[in-house]
């Protein structure tokens, strides 16, 4: 693309998102999470994603991160059903989806994997098209697995909208594509290998692949890694993986009570803040660094503090104004998990909900 050529699409150089337009022009990308869209308009629950979409717009936040893909099952919105075969009602709704986000003014990030069982996710992909295969990591390393899911975004992003007659991979309300929610491997591997950080070179190739997939449907959009941001721990290895260059942005989730379980143990509270506020910050940093030194932004496109079932409302507050003020400083993204339709039951103590006047206003301020 010519210097002087405009684009409706996101871009990325030199370690910074680019706005869609002419010229380079760096900027922060302000979302949100909430996952389960294409479940709410599969249910006819439309309502449902307007409040969600109504949420992000009030806080100044128009980027929505949410789920591409429903895999097996008896939902409405699944792509595929549990034989692998085609869903084609599902498309339908992910068209709906897309349309009703354009109408809107909002952007959406999909994923179009996920590493865990919700609606259906890795697990079912296995059961569908490797089942002599009982482990999840058959997904990232089995072949018929890996050309399913090739053929998926082959078939994604070649599709046309039936409302919008617009392709998905030439659809601008497309921010970006990911390649899975939280990949990581599972298996007990021997020792040799994971001094080899087998599960680095194990997800570098399995994410070398599904890009390869995006660029042979012709995508227009930024791809994504999608996964936490561990360094060899829990099966990830994200260094690899932007070593690859499969990706064209990195990802970090932030839940310092999981990686770092010893915050949970510190009283009183505002000492726990404190200190939860520095191990989010120098994660930030780090991984920053790292996306930055592969020419690459970083996005956190997950965020959130809870002690145990619930969270304190004013600890809450300022951890994550300590981290937001931290991405700011290295001009990072954040996107908080989650936001849901109101009335909506928070299963994991994370959910932002409006009547959260304070963490509202520090998110739209931010």
């Keep these: 693309m010519s210097a002087t050529a ?11 998102f680019l ?6 022009t760096p900027f922060v990308p302000r979302g949100v999470g909430s996952y389960p869209l294409l479940e709410h308009l599969a249910r006819g629950r439309l309502h449902h994603v307007h409040d969600v979409f109504e949420q992000a717009l009030a806080l100044g936040r128009p980027l929505v991160r949410t789920h591409a893909v429903i895999d097996g099952g008896t939902s409405p919105g699944r792509l595929r059903n549990d034989d692998g075969s085609v869903h084609e009602p599902g498309y339908v709704v992910l068209d709906q989806l897309l349309a009703l986000a354009a109408e809107r003014g909002i952007s959406l990030l999909l994923p179009v994997a996920n590493n865990w069982a919700d609606y259906g996710g890795a697990p079912a992909v296995v059961r569908m098209f490797a089942p002599d295969r009982r482990d999840k990591d058959a997904f990232f390393d089995d072949p018929r697995c890996i050309r399913a899911q090739t053929d998926l975004i082959a078939r994604l992003i070649t599709r046309v909208n039936s409302l919008t007659g617009v ?20 298996g007990r591997w021997p020792a040799r290998l994971l001094s080899k950080r087998h599960p680095g ?14 660029d042979a449907a012709g995508t227009r959009q930024r791809v994504g890694w999608g996964g936490s941001g561990y360094l060899g721990d829990k099966g990830e290895d994200m260094q690899a993986v932007l070593e690859s260059t499969a990706v064209d942005f990195a990802t970090l989730h932030l839940y310092p009570f999981t990686s770092h379980p010893a915050l949970l143990r510190i009283e009183p509270w505002s000492e726990r803040a404190t200190q939860a506020v520095e191990v989010g910050t120098q994660l930030l940093r780090d991984r920053s660094a790292l996306a930055r030194a592969h020419g690459v932004p970083l996005l956190v496109e997950e965020f959130g503090w809870k002690t145990g079932a619930h969270t304190l409302a004013d600890e809450r507050v300022q951890i994550m104004r300590g981290w937001l003020r931290a991405a700011n400083a290295l001009g990072v993204g954040m996107l908080p998990w989650m936001i849901g339709e109101r009335g909506r039951q928070d299963h994991d103590g994370l959910l932002v909900r409006p009547e959260h006047q304070a963490v509202c206003a520090l998110l739209a301020a931010s």
């Excluded at 070179?201 to 995006?214: C, G, K």
């Design 6 to 16: 405009s684009s409706p699409f996101v871009r990325v150089a030199d370690g910074e």
């Design 19 to 24: 706005r869609p337009g002419v010229g380079r």
């Design 167 to 186: 392709r998905y991979g030439d659809d601008p309300t497309v921010f970006a594509w990911e390649l899975c929610n939280e990949a990581r491997l599972e």
């Design 201 to 214: 070179r194990t997800l570098a190739t399995w994410a070398l692949a599904m890009r390869s997939a995006f």
